[in-house]
């Protein structure tokens, strides 16, 4: 008889298992069209609910953590990649879920992070600038040209630091190399890329240069979530 009954438990206790994964992957795909069209994307972004189990989570109406991988995001004729959102203390009532409604969907904090590819960053520099590769904190450029008829080539050691028009990049105290030191150079090697926001509607409060590009953050506390920007 106990045999009988832990056979019973097993099946009862895989049956709930089941039926909790099939809830999260229904959920997650449900969230991904609605997030689809909320900024009018041509692919539908990956989600995943945290947390186990799923089915006292969503009849709670609250979740630990939810991430959706957005891929590509434009803001201001800039496209950046890898673009991820990760909210945490996520407020969702299951009736207003199960209704389509989003007015009362929340999140105590979210967390956007994606990646400026070096190609972006250089179609907005001078065409003197050749090069870019991270150094550090700081970018390098790699300059070859012109600049009052005076021939340009060298290296440049610039910052990367957020601003509500975008990333400035400016040159650092004594990081020119192999170029004059004229006020002009400094100027050349000086501009900015129009990306001062995350798809969490905050502004970029962080950069760290990496092989690929410039990977941005932004928080913001208390979202709603149809406060958000579309694209």
């Excluded at 149809?226 to 694209?231: E, F």
């Amino acid at each position: 008889m106990r045999k009988v009954l832990l056979v019973l438990l097993i099946l009862l206790i895989g049956g709930v298992v089941a039926a909790d994964r099939i809830g999260v992957r229904v959920a997650q795909d449900e969230i991904g069209k609605q997030v689809a069209a909320q900024y009018n994307l041509q692919q539908q972004p990956e989600v995943t609910i945290h947390g186990f189990p799923f089915l006292t989570q969503a009849i709670g109406g609250e979740y630990d953590q939810i991430d959706v991988k957005l891929g590509q995001w434009t803001e201001r004729g800039v496209t950046v990649g890898d673009v991820t959102i990760e909210m945490r203390g996520v407020s969702a009532p299951l009736a207003d879920v199960a209704g389509g409604n989003a007015d009362n969907v929340t999140a105590q904090e979210a967390r956007a992070s994606a990646v400026i590819p070096y190609s972006v960053i250089k179609a907005r520099a001078p065409r003197e600038v050749k090069g870019i590769a991270a150094r550090g904190d700081n970018l390098q450029l790699d300059l070859d040209g012109t600049i009052a008829g005076i021939p340009l080539s060298g290296s440049a050691v610039v910052s990367v630091k957020p601003s509500d028009k975008g990333i400035v990049i400016t040159p650092v105290s004594g990081g020119l190399t192999g170029l004059p030191q004229l006020p002009a150079v400094g100027q050349l090697v000086s501009w900015t890329v129009p990306v001062a926001n995350l798809p969490v509607g905050s502004k970029i409060s962080e950069i760290q240069p990496t092989p690929d590009g410039l990977r941005v953050g932004a928080t913001a506390k208390n979202l709603r979530l149809n406060d958000l920007p579309n694209a």
